[in-house]
């Protein structure tokens, strides 16, 4: 089959499953709703997985590197020749590895979600709003312009607001939704910003014209592009930077990042697939999209690589103090996702340089799978337990086997343990790390410590620890949820084994992975001295916890709350923007524009108040009106109109 | 024809259109003072006439415009009355000082 027979239906599908069940849903479907969507995204799954096994085995190469195929192309609107949104999908090996990562991972969350949103009053809206996601986030990875990627940037970031605040019942719920609305629409207004900088001095919107004329050094947009300055700093490093804060909002990167752990108060299922597997790395994709533009301006590559590196080492500080678990865990994702990004921006072009790029994508197909593990084993363990707090769960080894052992493959692969999939993935980005920057490969090490600390933290003290006796009718869940926790782990289990440098590489050719035994034993100590410390603080019920927790002091307790950046972000908004700019806004409406307007209306009133005895009702008062007005225009043409 | 200075004829012409205002000021009966405004239009029409005929005597224009105020006069005379017909429905008499609903 050629790919623009089918490769539609993969997003139309899911398009066509979200009107349905949002039109429909409650009336029509009110039990079905939830087979639908599943069924949906089963198609779209199979789809993909075909297009991928078409891709990479079949007819992808040409000389051995990876082409850019544009099945589907059709423009939208043309703003002069050359510039035009265009709605197309392009496969190139990122966009495929993320079509099967988003439906596949789409496609267990609503197996899950049976079970788990069993019974919800709004089970159909559910499944239509997820829907809606995994249609828009599908459109992202597969845009071939990067206005589409704009636009597709914004739905998922509407859909991901619609499934935060799906309690909406719940004002905290309303809070975060709205916290992450606002924030990431602050960091997709630079990205507009980058994008309209980009478009003019590229003169186009499609992404590999860009790509090429960007990065030729022979061309006029290349050298008009980075010889034009603005403020000391060239302006392809400014149009990068804007982007790449587009990119750190949707992938909560520090200091951006204060929403994502708000965003769960979601319903958990939606936790783990926007905020953990697919939506949150749209960042790192967005930057691994525009790679080659990124790779010849080192300034930017040097923020991306900062950033990402900041963003791993404090979330993971963070992850180790919090006591709600879904908490801790997204802490963890935006760790990971900071090594996601940093291992982009150690990379270059080409061969063995590019070895972060590989490793960076290699570690979002492996995240994907495990975090999104994590996420469901949480929502299972939430739907026993009707509480996120840690304190409140303990011994549930008993009570939900299943669940245990997943949780703890994924918590191994999290943390780094050979042979799982984290492992590899993980050990590839401090390969990269290594061989650009010493200091970000010890920041990467000394996060994976911490890593397999807060992780196995979270599995003791959810599986071990104290035990609590529950109701001897409790139990795990339906088969419905225990199906994608078992399909994931051996997801988890096994994606490790692909050698993903066939696949994906930055120069589209072949790149050998390297596997070295040496450098592998530093990763895997720290990840096990971290397993071991927190077996030592929680596997049983003991007050070390706390005592460690008193000697750490200040640290502790800064880590505990989040290193104050809500605070910090409240005391801008509130005391600086609301003072110096919404006051006298304020000020400016209540007085200024508002005092014009009543103005005019007092005037108005005053003046029809003085003139109004002129309308007697006596109609010849009005006629004599009427001709003394057209005696004086008389007079007036007579003697003044020469 | 020639005989008659234009003058005299202005004089009839004027006389007629301040009879109309006058009538139209003094009357409280709005058919009364529906003729009167019938005799400025009049006045109108005589003064078209006249200076077609003794300014532009080759041309009809003046002559067009009368018959055109005429069917006009006519029209209007038909709105005016059924306004006329439609207040002494309402009010049971056509003066204008009864009709003052819309006093301020």
Redesign the interface.
């Known amino acids: 089959m050629n790919y623009s027979e089918y490769i539609s239906l993969i997003l139309l599908l899911p398009l066509a499953g979200f009107v349905l069940l949002g039109l429909f849903g409650k009336k029509l479907f009110k039990q079905s709703s939830g087979m639908i969507g599943v069924l949906v995204l089963l198609i779209s799954t199979v789809l993909s997985l075909y297009t991928a096994y078409q891709y990479f085995f079949v007819n992808g190469k040409l000389n051995d590197v990876y082409q850019t195929i544009i099945p589907v192309k059709y423009t939208w609107l043309q703003f002069a020749s050359g510039t035009s949104i265009d709605m197309g999908i392009t496969l190139d090996p990122i966009a495929v590895m993320m079509l099967v990562v988003v439906t596949f991972v789409s496609l267990m969350v609503h197996i899950f979600s049976l079970g788990y949103m069993k019974g919800e009053k709004r089970f159909s809206t559910y499944y239509s709003f997820l829907s809606l996601f995994t249609f828009s986030m599908l459109g992202l990875v597969v845009a071939s312009n990067i206005f589409q990627i704009y636009i597709f940037w914004e739905l998922v970031g509407i859909s991901s607001y619609l499934l935060i605040g799906f309690y909406f019942d719940r004002p905290s719920a309303v809070a975060a939704s709205k916290k992450a609305f606002i924030i990431t629409r602050f960091a997709d207004l630079c990205f507009l910003i980058g994008i309209l900088i980009l478009a003019f001095e590229g003169g186009t919107l499609d992404f590999n014209t860009l790509i090429h004329r960007l990065t030729d050094t022979q061309s006029s947009q290349y050298i008009s592009i980075t010889t034009a300055s603005f403020l000391g700093v060239s302006v392809l490093t400014w149009a990068l930077t804007l982007v790449f804060i587009g990119g750190a909002g949707k992938s909560a990167m520090f200091p951006l990042h204060v929403w994502l752990p708000d965003a769960m108060e979601g319903p958990t299922p939606v936790s783990a697939l926007i905020h953990a597997a697919t939506m949150v790395v749209a960042g790192v994709y967005l930057v691994a999209r525009l790679f080659p533009v990124f790779s010849i301006n080192e300034a930017s590559l040097y923020i991306v690589t900062w950033i990402g590196a900041i963003s791993a080492i404090l979330a993971a500080i963070v992850a180790c103090t919090q006591t709600d678990i879904k908490r801790v865990l997204a802490y963890s994702t935006m760790s990971q996702i900071g090594y996601m990004m940093f291992a982009l921006g150690v990379a270059h072009l080409g061969g063995e340089s590019g070895l972060g790029y590989t490793a960076s994508m290699f570690h979002l197909f492996t995240h994907a799978f495990f975090k999104s593990l994590l996420f469901l084993c949480a929502g299972a363990v939430i739907h026993l337990i009707h509480s996120n707090e840690m304190n409140d769960m303990g011994g549930l080894r008993k009570y939900m086997p299943v669940t245990h052992i997943t949780f703890l493959v994924a918590c191994l692969a999290i943390a780094g343990v050979p042979p799982l999939s984290g492992f590899f993935s993980k050990e590839e980005v401090l390969l990269a790390a290594f061989h650009s920057n010493k200091l970000i490969y010890g920041i990467a090490l000394f996060t994976s410590g911490l890593t397999a600390f807060y992780m196995f933290r979270l599995y003791f003290s959810i599986f071990w620890n104290k035990s609590k006796s529950l109701d001897t009718h409790a139990h795990e869940g339906t088969f419905s949820m225990k199906l994608p926790l078992i399909v994931l782990s051996i997801c988890t289990l096994l994606a490790g084994f692909i050698p993903f440098g066939n696949f994906i590489s930055s120069d589209g050719k072949n790149l050998e992975l390297p596997f070295l035994l040496n450098f592998s034993i530093a990763p895997v100590l720290f990840a096990l001295t971290g397993i071991v410390v927190a077996m030592r603080m929680y596997k049983k019920e003991n007050n070390l916890p706390h005592r460690v927790a008193a000697s750490l002091g200040g640290l502790y307790k800064a880590a505990y709350r989040k290193f104050y950046i809500d605070e910090i972000y409240l005391f801008i908004t509130k005391k600086i923007i609301f003072n110096l700019i919404g006051r006298p806004a304020a000020w400016i409406d209540k007085n200024i524009v508002d005092g014009t307007m009543n103005g005019i209306a007092y005037g108005t009133g005053k003046v029809s108040h003085w003139i109004?005895?002129i309308?007697?009702?006596?109609?010849?008062g009005y006629?004599?009106y009427f001709?003394s007005g057209i005696i004086v225009l008389a007079i007036l043409v007579i003697y003044f109109w020469k | 024809m020639n005989g008659i200075p234009i003058s005299h004829i202005l004089f009839v012409s004027t006389a007629l259109f301040f009879i109309g205002?006058y009538g139209?000021?003094t009357r409280r009966n709005l058919i009364t003072?529906l003729m009167a405004i019938e005799l400025m239009l009049n006045s109108v029409n005589i003064n078209f006439v006249v200076f077609n005929k003794y300014l532009w005597p080759g041309k009809l224009d003046g002559v067009f415009f009368t018959i055109f105020i005429i069917t006009i006069a006519a029209a209007e005379a038909a709105v005016a009355i059924a306004i006329i017909i439609n207040l002494y429905r309402n009010h049971q008499s056509i003066d204008?000082?009864d009709?003052?609903e819309?006093?301020?």
């Open positions: 109004k005895g309308q007697s009702g006596k109609v010849q006629a004599l001709f | 205002i139209m000021f003072m204008v000082e009709a003052v819309l006093k301020h």
